[in-house]
T-cell receptor, first 115, second 112 residues
């Protein structure tokens, strides 16, 4: 059962344009969401996160939107740069009163930004 | 600042051989520690997590085990490797829920 889904395996965008990466989840207990960027043979790098009490969080060129009713979140990168080319993973966790954050990851979306 | 180390970076092992991957975190205390695996073309799957020394929780039944002998040390082991254990293994840490997890550089394991 895939609780976090990234339905687009890949996305190709022109430099300077907007990149929109999408993620859907099924577990209504998820209350914290994160986006990671990963290069081959490296560990994921944290980009941005959002808690379920918000619907938007912005950090520089990166903005994450959360639509709880639709169980959907998206990552917007504006403007896109060739260095943004990587695999992007969304992840979610359910606190449930615990002190640790087990992350459930999507399958990833390969973003390619063309010069 | 905090850093996380994993070694070795790459490993090629025959089927049936033992395994020991090590992860250490510097610059923080009492972290939660995690082991993930990324199989080829797949997302990251949580294998084990630990909220304290000697406390290990397993997420999926498998051929692997984990131990936490010290606060900032997390070890992934196997007595006998299977072909299906091949993958990219990642260690991560955080300081609790609603905190981002930080990942190590990973270990590429190939079982032949």
């Amino acid at each position: 059962d895939q609780q976090v889904k990234q339905n687009s395996p890949s996305l190709s965008v022109q430099e300077g344009r907007i990149s929109i990466l999408n993620c859907d989840y099924t577990n209504s207990m998820f209350d914290y969401f994160l986006w990671y960027k990963k290069y081959p043979a490296e560990g994921p790098t944290f980009l941005i996160s959002i808690s379920s009490i918000k619907d938007k969080n912005e950090d520089g060129r990166f903005t994450v939107f959360l639509n709880k009713s639709a169980k959907h979140l998206s990552l917007h990168i504006v403007p896109s740069q060739p260095g943004d080319s990587a695999v992007y993973f969304c992840a979610a966790s359910a606190s449930g009163g615990t002190s640790y954050g087990k992350l459930t990851f999507g399958q990833g979306t390969i973003l390619t930004v063309h010069p | 600042s905090q850093t996380i180390h994993q070694w070795p970076a790459t490993l090629v092992q025959p089927v049936g051989s033992p395994l020991s991957l090590e992860c250490t975190v510097e610059g923080t205390s009492n972290p939660n520690l995690y082991w993930y695996r990324q199989a080829a073309g797949r997302g990251l799957q949580l294998l084990f997590y630990s909220v304290g020394i000697g406390q290990i929780s397993s997420e999926v039944p498998q051929n692997l085990s984990a131990s936490r002998p010290q606060d900032r040390q997390f070890i992934l082991s196997s007595k006998k490797l299977l072909l299906s254990d091949s993958g990219f293994y990642l260690c991560a840490w955080d300081l609790g829920v609603y905190n981002e997890q930080f990942f190590g550089p990973g270990t590429r394991l190939t079982v032949l």
